[in-house]
């Protein structure tokens, strides 16, 4: 359906920019909830109606009218149902092709063309530490973001802001110094007010000791965290950032004071009470805000001023963000200064990434003082599990890990029930005498289970174009989950070997096209396809 899903598109967004001189938001159709209101639903005489204050029953009628004269031939009818809802229901004669379609081009039957340049950053947690099971889920999920982004067409480059200057960073390593304190000196170690607690401080001054280290204790105990968190990232299966933005060097560069200059000389910054500010109710924010403190150090504010203007200059279409539920405030606040530097604000999309607790019958020990380390979990669940269960909610939701049910092999663990069917599907095909998947049978599946689970498996085309302009990973989630559901209905209901030769090669392509988007929608997810249980 992928081509035709295409043309639909395309003609409808024709039909309204041609009759109404309307241009709708992608996408312009929906899945319906029930097979009976057919195979795509659209809103747009709806969204219509509310523009153009119109009748939506009557703007429905007149694209109901244009989209038959370009679709006829591919349509087994169009149904209109109150109060403006378009369906559309394909012929069999287009599921059958769609179908042959997916066989011969496989993944790229599915992929789009794109072609932004697309900066994501995300992740970014402060080298002072391990990698939290809060850390865990922006990470998963701005990868699988990247990872969806790049299968439609984009370039797509990854990137990791690290603070590794400022306050937190100066805590840290009096931390580190406390406990070369501690270790030589024989005595309990006693971080700092506001210091870092937990066995990793004391592992990092161990190290130091042992290994005679010429470099700053501090030095050496951010070089160690960076190193723990590139380790933590990839056996998550994350695919290595391309660039590591270091603050330190943005600082020293000079780009925060530049910066601070261009805005001054806009008269954007200001000085009061010996410090400077940014003029930021001038941008609808409710006070002014801080950029260098009254002795003269740089806020957090003014480089992230700096960064932004950084990346803006990169010459990106698309800026991506993933913030914690702690940054949410902040977000007028950076859109404000991009605005105040003279760039398109439309042009970074901010997401907030909701918290994550742990369910399970047995606590994880928090070995890092405060936190449950990420590195446990992938070691108790597995790196599928993890990624799997931290997709499995909107990014705005917040998300229960249930960890008991991620390693629980039954139809109730969701990732199981998922896997199971590609594992059943590879053990069909090894039943079978036959598997040439030759497209000339295709033509003989007609059977109502057969093509309800193609018709499924199409609709893959759509949850792509959702996953990609929501920037919401659960979409693949839940297509999988309900793919899943119906090859498991099906597999209840038809016999995949039958004594007809046609019919069993026939459905042995259907099952070849649902494995092919199987395998498609995991390794998106960035988890391993199985083909045993």
């Known amino acids: 359906m992928k081509n035709f899903y295409d043309k639909v598109t395309k003609s409808l967004e024709d039909i309204i920019k041609a009759d109404f001189n309307i241009e709708l938001e992608h996408p312009l159709w929906e899945l319906p909830q029930k097979q009976e209101f057919g195979d795509l639903s659209s809103m747009a005489a709806l969204k219509l109606a509310s523009k153009l204050k119109k009748d939506p029953l009557e703007l429905a009628g007149l694209i109901k009218s244009s989209l038959n004269k370009v679709l006829s031939e591919d349509l087994e009818k169009i149904e209109i149902l109150k109060p403006g809802f378009i369906n559309i229901f394909l012929s069999r004669s287009i599921l059958i092709e769609s179908l042959n379609q997916v066989l011969k081009k496989k993944d790229d039957f599915f992929r789009e063309n794109f072609g932004r340049k697309v900066l994501i950053e995300f992740l970014s947690a402060n080298p002072t530490g391990p990698l939290s099971i809060a850390h865990g889920r922006q990470a998963i999920v701005g990868d699988t973001i990247a990872n969806i982004l790049e299968f439609c067409g984009d370039k797509v480059e990854r990137e990791y ?175 404000n200064a991009v605005t105040a530097l003279g760039f398109d604000p439309q042009i970074l999309k901010i997401i907030i990434i909701q918290l994550v607790t742990l369910k399970s019958k047995e606590k994880m020990s928090k070995r890092a003082g405060t936190f449950v380390l990420l590195s446990d979990l992938i070691k108790d669940v597995g790196k599928d599990a993890v990624r799997f269960y931290y997709l499995m909610r909107k990014n705005s939701s917040h998300l229960e890990f249930d960890i008991d049910l991620a390693k629980e092999s ?124």
């Open 161 to 335: 802001y690290l603070n590794d200057a400022g306050g937190q960073i100066d805590l840290f390593s009096k931390s580190i110094a406390s406990a070369l304190k501690a270790i030589t000196g024989r005595l309990e170690y006693d971080p700092p007010e506001g210091g870092y607690k937990g066995d990793y401080i004391l592992d990092i001054a161990r190290e130091f000791l042992a290994k005679k280290i010429k470099e700053q204790p501090g030095d050496y105990g951010m070089d160690s965290m960076v190193n723990l968190i590139k380790k933590d990232i990839s056996d998550l299966g994350i695919k290595p950032f391309k660039h590591w933005f270091s603050q330190k060097k943005l600082i020293e560069q000079g780009q925060v004071e530049k910066t601070l200059e261009f805005l001054k000389a806009k008269d954007l910054v200001y000085e009061s009470e010996n410090a400077l500010w940014f003029l930021a109710t001038k941008f609808g924010d409710d006070k002014d805000r801080v950029v260098k403190k009254a002795d003269q150090e740089l806020t957090y504010f003014a480089c992230d001023i700096a960064y932004h203007k950084n990346k803006y200059e990169r010459g990106y279409q698309l800026l991506i963000n993933l913030w914690g539920p702690d940054h949410h405030g902040y977000i007028k606040r950076v859109k």
């Open 410 to 533: 039954s139809f109730d663990n969701p990732l199981y029930y998922i896997q199971y069917v590609c594992a059943r599907i590879q053990s069909i095909f090894k039943k079978a005498e036959d598997c040439s998947f030759d497209q000339d049978y295709s033509r003989f599946l007609s059977d109502e289970q057969e093509l309800l689970l193609l018709r499924t498996l199409l609709q893959f085309t759509h949850c792509l174009e959702k996953a990609y302009f929501s920037l919401e990973p659960v979409f693949i989630i839940e297509f999988l989950k309900n793919l899943a559901a119906a090859f498991h209905k099906f597999y209840e209901k038809v016999r995949v070997i039958d004594q007809d030769k046609n019919l069993t090669q026939a459905r042995l392509n259907l099952l070849k096209a649902v494995l092919i988007v199987f395998h498609c929608g995991l390794n998106l997810l960035g988890i391993t396809p199985v083909e045993r249980m």
